[in-house]
Structure formats: C-alpha cells, structure tokens
C-alpha cells in the first residue's frame, strides 16, 4: 500500500500569505490529485492530474510534482481557502489519501 | 448537472447489518466506476471499494473484504453498500464519488455522505 504522507499537519496563514502543501508518497505514483473539505461537507476536487485545477477552482492555486513528492500552492492566502486539504493517488491499488493538512486563516 | 444523493442518517446495533444507496443523476449512470470512501470521526479518508454499474464487476481495498458489499441498480441509477458484521469502529461517515470518465482513478462528485452510528 502506498502511504502518503502530508505536511504540515496543521497550519495558519495570514491572508495575503503564500502557502505550500506537501504530500510525499512512499513509492512513486503517476499523479496526485487534491481535494479540499470544509467542516461538515463532503470532499471536493480541487486539483487533479497533479496540476489541472478542478472547475470552479481559483487561479491563485496551483500543484505540482512528480515521482514522490508533489505539493499545493496558493499564490495569496484568502479567507475560503481555510479548510482541509487531502491528497490521493490512483495509480495502485488500493487508492489512498493522505491524512490532511488543515488550513486556517491568521 | 451531476448529482449523488446519499440516503439518511443511520443509528445500528452492534453485530447487525446496514444498507445505504447513492442515487446519482445528470450523467449516464452505467458509463462511470461509483467508488464507496470512509471518514471516521476525527479521520482522514479510506477507500472502500469500486462498482462498475455497466456491469455489475466490484473491486474492493483488502481492508473491506467481507466488511462490505457493492450492489447497484441500473434502473434506478442507485448505488448500494451494505456493511456487516457492524461495530463500533465501523461508525463513519460514509461517501459515494463518482470516479472521472477519463483513465485516471480521481472522484470529480460526491455525494454528500452518511453518518453511520454503531451503538447498542
């Protein structure tokens, strides 16, 4: 099973602010795909294929990586952006996500 | 547009069994993989398993075998897992997403999940 694992666990940033998620994975998977979840909801796919941004998904996200080692980055901390990122390969069975990086804001 | 609709909130007792569905609509409902998702209170995300409703072929994450079972109707375009054998780690919110339609293994929609509570 390939284990991914996020850091940081658990983060503030101030708006305004970059910020970068990393998710490592212990063997090498084709993409990464990223979901965000606010309290209470169901996850949401956020960027897909490492780098594709989901539909509705602001300009100022962005992923990137390959290999083991990918990471999520907004280009200006806003206050919706507060909430729970998860990674999750599919590229061998079975699929996993990481167990989350929570974003609050400042 | 694209849509799965869990059923409610269920409270079961220990060692008894549970059946909950996914409806999806605004898509061809045997064109996509459903895959079955578990949080656990305070938890990250598991993935439980895959139907493909074209055909009715299940795949399922060793962890689930013989925890759940994948069903599906076509002509109602639901969803089904049944759970077995309950305890209590097995309460979580349950979640249906639909896989992509391309080649890759990523959920574009989900449902809005269901609560299962196993107390006695």
């Known amino acids: 099973e390939i284990v991914l694992t996020q850091s940081p666990t658990t983060m503030a940033a101030s708006p305004g602010e970059k910020v970068t998620l990393t998710c490592r994975a212990s063997s090498s998977v084709s993409y990464m795909h990223w979901y965000q979840q606010r309290s209470g909801t169901s996850p949401k796919l956020w960027i897909y294929e490492t780098s594709k941004l989901a539909s509705g998904v602001p300009n100022r996200f962005s992923g990137s990586g390959s290999g083991t080692s990918y990471s999520l980055t907004i280009n200006s901390m806003e206050t919706e952006d507060a909430a729970t990122y998860y990674c999750q390969q599919g590229s061998s069975y079975p699929f996993t996500f990481g167990s989350g990086t929570k974003l609050e804001i400042k | 547009q694209v849509q799965l609709q869990q059923s409610g909130t269920e409270l079961v007792k220990p060692a008894s069994s549970v059946k909950i569905s996914c409806k999806a609509s605004?898509?061809?409902?045997?064109?996509?993989?459903m895959h079955w998702i578990r949080q656990q209170p305070g938890n990250g995300l598991e993935w439980i398993g895959w139907i493909y409703p074209g055909n009715g072929n299940t795949k399922y994450n060793q962890k689930f075998d013989g925890k759940a079972t994948l069903t599906a109707d076509k002509s109602s375009s639901t969803a089904y897992m049944q759970l077995s054998s309950l305890t209590s780690e097995d309460s979580a919110v349950y979640f249906c997403a639909r896989r992509n339609s391309g080649y890759l293994y990523y959920f574009d929609y989900w449902g809005q999940g269901v609560m299962v509570t196993v107390s006695s």
């Open positions: 605004g898509y061809t409902f045997t064109s996509n993989y």
